[in-house]
Structure formats: structure tokens, C-alpha cells
């Protein structure tokens, strides 16, 4: 009962103080309702309390925990590399110190120093990942390479995510990852006793690439038109700036690199009409695929069955994540985040 009662606690705190924005707006920026770093600490915990038991409950659900196991250690494997990355690089010093008289230790730029780099990237990552929108620092303020991270995790859209999208689309990464495991060992791909075939791969592929298709649009309009005189940055920053835009829109995210004059018709139209077509979709095609399997025959394990609960398929899902979730995005990826970064580190 204590465990419950101290559950409910953290997810209502969450969703009062981080993903509403909390009672004075810019939620875990303000000193009052983010005073110190155990507050920031427990904040932490209440964004990611709920996704995660989501995944735990699918596992008893299913009656599969150790399936739900591989799910969970992807998710998390992901979200530990985008943590570990987006602290690497925030300790670095921010190129606006290059060449000054000054000391220059870690970036310290948009930053609180009650809460420091260190945390600061860590609820970037997190933030994001898990589609919570909340935010204890300037995201537009973070060096390149850590800036890469929200942004990336947001493209992905599979780890740990509040609203159910990241499950969501990590069961579609399941179904294609299914189906070229059956491909590579000639067997007829199964998942979860029923045959994965041709229509449900596709329509695990279309909920997949309209993420990217609808990002990249809108991406691609502001960037090539004279709507880009709204961005206050040149360059690969201000690039990534209309990217990471586009990209919390379509993930539902409402974080933002804030360096942009968004708040126009212009702006509050694009993102608008990006959002319905980026989470719409998203949820129909899966719809889809579920109504399909549940109209077919449950097939028998057999020794030639596919085993989705090892740490095999653990890597064959993590791999089919990053070649078809990040390859999606990389020629996007190099002209901003990277660019700014070798434009930063370059004499």
C-alpha cells in the first residue's frame, strides 16, 4: 500500500509540475518549484515512473515478462547512451568563452547553477525521451553535440515515453524487426504467436516514416523560404533550431530550441498541422496491425519458433531501431547538430 500510495504521489507530481508546466509556467526552471538538486532528483524519478511501469505491465499482460525484459533493457539502453552523451558534452566549455581572459570550465550557459551541467543534460535527455515537454535549463544554450541528444531522442520517438508513443512505436520497430530476423534464418516471422506478413510490415514501415516525412517537410520549408528570417541564429544552429521545432511537434514533445520567434501564424500553424499528422497516423497504422493479428490463428511454439525474450533479439531490435529510426535522420543530423559542432571545434 506505501508503494502505491508513494507511486501515485511521484506520477501526480509529474504531471502537475513537469508536464503542465507547473503553477508558475516555465515549470523546473523556477527556483520555487525546483529548489534544490534532490527536487530535481525526484522530478527525475516522477517523468520516468510511469512509462517505465508501463512496460512492466505489458510484460504481465502478455504473460511474457522476460519479452517485456528485452523491451524495457532496449529503451533503456538508448536512454543511458543519450544521458551519457549529452553529459560528455556539456562539460565541455561553451564555444562563447573561446579566445575570452576568462576560466572556462563546463558550459554554464542557460543553465541554473543550483542544478549544473550534469543535471541539466540528464533532464534534456530524459525529458525528451519520454515525451514529457518539461524543462530545468535552455535547451538552445546546450553545446552541439549535447543538443544532438534531445533531438535524436525525439526522432527515435521508441524510449520510455509518458503518452504511450514510445511503446507504441517500438512495437513497430518489433513487427519490421520480427520480420527481418525471419528473412535472415528463413523462417516464417511470428510475433507473439501469430504470423507477421507483408501487410503488417508495411503498415509498421508507414508509421514509422511519416515521423520523419512530416519533421523534414516542415524542416524544409522554413529552411528554404524567406519564413527562416524568423530564426535569430545563421547557419547550422539556427538549422537546428527549425528542426528541433518540427521534431517536438511531431513527437508531441513542446520543448524547443528557443532561439526562433515561433509564437506567429506562421510558426503556430506549421507545428500545428505537423502534430496532426505526425501523432494521427501514428496511431492508426498500429491500430492496424493489431487488428490484423488478432484476426489470425495463434501458431504453436515449435524449436524453429523465433525467441523474442533473449538477448538475440534484444540486439537484432536495437539494431533495426538505429538503421532505420537514425539512418532516417542522419542527412538532417549532419547539416545541423553535427555542422554547428565542427564549426565550434574547427580554429
Same mark, same amino acid.
Given at each position: 500500500?506505501?508503494? #502505491? +500510495?508513494? #507511486? !501515485?504521489?511521484? +506520477?501526480?507530481?509529474?504531471?502537475?509540475?513537469?508536464? &503542465?508546466?507547473?503553477?508558475?509556467?516555465? *515549470?523546473?526552471?523556477?527556483?520555487?518549484? %525546483?529548489?534544490?538538486?534532490?527536487?530535481?532528483?525526484?522530478?527525475?524519478?516522477?517523468?520516468?515512473?510511469?512509462?517505465?511501469?508501463?512496460? =512492466?505491465?505489458?510484460?504481465?499482460?502478455?504473460?511474457?515478462?522476460?519479452?517485456?525484459?528485452?523491451?524495457?533493457? =532496449?529503451?533503456?539502453?538508448?536512454?543511458?547512451?543519450?544521458?551519457?552523451?549529452?553529459?560528455?558534452? /556539456?562539460?565541455?566549455?561553451?564555444?562563447?568563452? !573561446?579566445?575570452?581572459?576568462?576560466?572556462?570550465?563546463?558550459?554554464?550557459?542557460?543553465?541554473? $547553477?543550483?542544478?549544473?551541467? $550534469?543535471?541539466? #543534460?540528464?533532464? @534534456?535527455?530524459?525529458?525528451?525521451?519520454?515525451?514529457?515537454?518539461?524543462? *530545468?535549463?535552455?535547451?538552445?544554450?546546450? %553545446?552541439?553535440?549535447?543538443?544532438? &541528444?534531445?533531438?535524436?531522442?525525439?526522432?527515435? *520517438?521508441?524510449?520510455?515515453?509518458?503518452?504511450?508513443?514510445?511503446?507504441?512505436?517500438?512495437?513497430?520497430?518489433?513487427?519490421?524487426? $520480427?520480420?527481418?530476423?525471419?528473412?535472415?534464418?528463413?523462417?516464417?516471422? /511470428?510475433?507473439?504467436?501469430?504470423? =507477421?506478413? @507483408?501487410? /503488417? =510490415?508495411?503498415?509498421?514501415?508507414? #508509421?514509422?516514416?511519416?515521423?520523419?516525412?512530416?519533421?523534414?517537410?516542415?524542416?524544409?520549408?522554413?529552411?528554404?523560404?524567406?519564413?527562416?528570417?524568423?530564426?535569430? *541564429?545563421?547557419?547550422?544552429?539556427?538549422?537546428?533550431?527549425?528542426?528541433?521545432?518540427?521534431?517536438?511537434?511531431?513527437? %508531441?514533445?513542446?520543448?524547443?530550441?528557443?532561439? !526562433?520567434?515561433?509564437?506567429?501564424?506562421?510558426?503556430?500553424?506549421?507545428?500545428?498541422?505537423?502534430?496532426?499528422?505526425?501523432?494521427?497516423?501514428?496511431?492508426?497504422?498500429?491500430?492496424?496491425?493489431?487488428?490484423? !493479428?488478432?484476426?489470425?490463428?495463434? &501458431?504453436?511454439? +515449435?524449436?524453429?519458433?523465433?525467441?523474442?525474450?533473449?538477448?538475440?533479439?534484444?540486439?537484432?531490435?536495437?539494431?533495426?531501431?538505429?538503421?532505420?529510426?537514425?539512418?532516417?535522420?542522419?542527412?538532417?543530423? $549532419?547539416?545541423?547538430?553535427?555542422?554547428?559542432?565542427?564549426?565550434? &571545434?574547427?580554429?
Amino acid at each position: 500500500m506505501a508503494i #502505491a +500510495t508513494l #507511486a !501515485l504521489g511521484l +506520477t501526480l507530481f509529474a504531471l502537475f509540475f513537469c508536464l &503542465v508546466g507547473g503553477f508558475f509556467g516555465p *515549470n523546473s526552471t523556477h527556483p520555487f518549484e %525546483n529548489p534544490n538538486p534532490w527536487a530535481n532528483l525526484l522530478s527525475i524519478a516522477s517523468i520516468l515512473l510511469l512509462p517505465m511501469a508501463s512496460i =512492466v505491465m505489458a510484460g504481465i499482460m502478455l504473460r511474457d515478462r522476460k519479452h517485456a525484459m528485452v523491451i524495457f533493457g =532496449v529503451m533503456l539502453t538508448l536512454l543511458v547512451a543519450g544521458c551519457v552523451i549529452g553529459i560528455f558534452g /556539456e562539460v565541455e566549455p561553451s564555444a562563447a568563452t !573561446l579566445g575570452l581572459p576568462v576560466e572556462r570550465g563546463p558550459n554554464m550557459e542557460g543553465k541554473d $547553477v543550483r542544478i549544473g551541467p $550534469v543535471a541539466s #543534460a540528464t533532464w @534534456a535527455a530524459i525529458t525528451t525521451a519520454t515525451s514529457n515537454g518539461s524543462v *530545468n535549463s535552455m535547451h538552445d544554450s546546450l %553545446n552541439p553535440i549535447a543538443g544532438l &541528444v534531445p533531438m535524436a531522442l525525439m526522432m527515435l *520517438n521508441v524510449v520510455f515515453s509518458g503518452i504511450g508513443a514510445g511503446f507504441e512505436n517500438m512495437l513497430m520497430y518489433i513487427i519490421v524487426a $520480427v520480420f527481418i530476423a525471419g528473412l535472415m534464418v528463413g523462417r516464417t516471422p /511470428e510475433y507473439l504467436g501469430k504470423k =507477421v506478413e @507483408a501487410k /503488417e =510490415v508495411k503498415l509498421a514501415m508507414l #508509421a514509422l516514416l511519416i515521423h520523419p516525412f512530416v519533421i523534414f517537410c516542415g524542416t524544409a520549408v522554413f529552411a528554404a523560404t524567406t519564413w527562416k528570417a524568423f530564426v535569430a *541564429n545563421p547557419g547550422p544552429h539556427g538549422f537546428s533550431e527549425i528542426l528541433y521545432e518540427f521534431t517536438s511537434a511531431a513527437a %508531441n514533445n513542446g520543448s524547443g530550441f528557443e532561439g !526562433l520567434s515561433d509564437n506567429n501564424p506562421a510558426w503556430n500553424i506549421a507545428t500545428g498541422i505537423v502534430l496532426l499528422l505526425g501523432r494521427f497516423p501514428a496511431l492508426i497504422f498500429p491500430l492496424a496491425v493489431a487488428g490484423f !493479428l488478432a484476426k489470425k490463428k495463434r &501458431v504453436p511454439q +515449435t524449436s524453429g519458433t523465433l525467441r523474442t525474450d533473449n538477448l538475440t533479439f534484444a540486439g537484432m531490435l536495437l539494431g533495426t531501431v538505429v538503421l532505420v529510426g537514425a539512418l532516417s535522420f542522419m542527412p538532417a543530423v $549532419v547539416l545541423g547538430p553535427v555542422a554547428d559542432h565542427l564549426t565550434v &571545434v574547427t580554429p
